[in-house]
């Protein structure tokens, strides 16, 4: 799970990371009322779940509450990479004396966190990895020890020669250790991590993602998940517990088991065709899950042909036929459905779905793919 910069920058507060004083808004009214209390020029920032929002123009400086109004009524038009901009942040402009990158990954080939730091913020670390890889610099640590003082010391010297800098660094190195790991995300960034005229480092941008495998330990952070940056389909889907990834081909798939789920992928690529989409249902029977599998599946325009792939083992086929039985009823589908049905009460199901017209059914996995394509209407070209 993503959250917002401003989210992740209280995270980071509570962890004594330093960051920029600001407040969230949504309307350019609220942003000019929260420049005038800040007082001084301010920056209005995008908050959606992408990076690059600088380039895209949904980070400007404001001189006076009026420009802070008018910039925001700008950004709030925006849409950054396909998300629409519904809140911004409104912080006081700091000056700048230098930009550094710093950033914590899973390396899940290592199984240890990975920490790189490097001297030329400001810009995505991937171009500086690209460009100018020996100004990266690497080191894993290990999560439960922590990144230590010796540790977070040489990476700071490593981007910054001025000693009081560098201190300063190495400390907020060693708090974004202890947060990574406290609130197990898997990312947490600071681009910029900025020094001040004046010689303070601040946290000038933070960027946290979670696992949502973790999220149960931390009832706090599941709760700032923002319902705006999800759409209906996705959202339906998590509450019910199905794992749905959009993708781009034409054949829907909804499948019991994230290996099966794979598996028929797999097989509809074998066949010359290509997914709509990943979908498990889960191992349970409710009915309900079919009806919104179908849902989702449907509401994609590209979408011209169902392929239903169920082994029943904990799920039982004939609840999955009646589930499929009240989705046709409940909403009009015009692409053909192809079902597989094999396991628990598979001839239950059968009974039930053999009343139920513009189904076809298959016996085998293979067959039921290599039907599902042909009915989208043969291999793409
Ligand atoms: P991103 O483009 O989505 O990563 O957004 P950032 O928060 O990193 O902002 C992009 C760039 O805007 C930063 O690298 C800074 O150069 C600039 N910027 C952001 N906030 C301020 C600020 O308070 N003062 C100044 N002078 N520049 C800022
Ligand atoms: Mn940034």
Do not use: W
């Not at 899973?106 to 690209?130: H, K, N, Y």
């Not at 900025?194 to 330990?217: M, W």
């Amino acid at each position: 799970m993503n959250i917002h910069e401003f989210q992740a920058k209280e995270v980071f507060r509570a962890h004594g990371i330093p960051v920029p004083d600001g407040r969230v808004a949504t309307t350019p009214e609220e942003v000019a009322t929260i420049a005038r209390d800040l007082g001084g020029p301010v920056v209005v920032k995008a908050q959606v779940h992408s990076g690059g929002r600088g380039k895209a123009g949904g980070v400007k400086l404001a001189a006076t509450p009026d420009e802070a109004r008018h910039k925001a009524e700008a950004i709030l038009k925006l849409e950054i990479q396909g998300l629409p901009v519904r809140k911004v942040l409104v912080a006081p402009a700091l000056d700048i004396a230098h930009e550094y990158y710093l950033g914590i990954v899973l390396d899940r080939a290592q199984g240890l966190p990975l920490i790189m730091v490097s001297r030329e913020g400001g810009i995505e670390i991937e171009q500086v990895a690209r460009e100018k890889p020996e100004a990266l610099f690497r080191h894993h640590f290990h999560p439960v020890l922590g990144l230590r003082e010796f540790e977070a010391r040489e990476l700071a010297t490593a981007i910054e020669p001025d000693a009081k800098a560098s201190r300063q660094i190495a400390a907020v190195l060693r708090k974004l250790a202890r947060t990574y790991v406290d609130i197990d995300a898997s990312l947490a960034e600071i681009n910029p991590l900025i020094l001040t005229p004046a010689g303070e480092i601040i946290a000038l941008d933070a960027k946290i993602n979670l696992d949502d495998n973790a999220l149960f330990r931390h009832p706090d952070l599941a709760a700032l998940r923002d319902p705006d940056t999800e759409t209906d389909e996705d959202r339906a889907a998590r509450e019910l517990g199905l794992s749905f990834i959009k993708l781009e081909g034409n054949i829907g798939c909804v499948v019991n088991g994230a290996g099966l789920a794979m598996a028929t992928m797999d097989l509809v690529k074998h066949f010359g065709g290509e997914p709509a989409n990943f979908l498990d249902i889960g191992g349970s029977s409710d009915p309900r899950k079919v009806v919104t599998a179908i849902r989702i599946i449907t509401k994609d325009p590209q979408v011209r042909a169902v392929l239903f792939n169920i082994f029943g083992g904990i799920t039982r086929c004939d609840d999955v036929a009646r589930g499929l039985v009240e989705a046709i009823g409940q909403i009009k589908v015009d692409v053909p459905i192809v079902i597989r049905l094999v396991g628990t009460n598979e001839k239950e199901g059968r009974e039930i779905l053999r009343e139920v017209s513009g189904l076809t059914a298959a016996e085998t996995m293979d067959e039921a793919v290599q039907k599902a394509i042909e009915l989208a209407g043969g291999t793409p070209s």
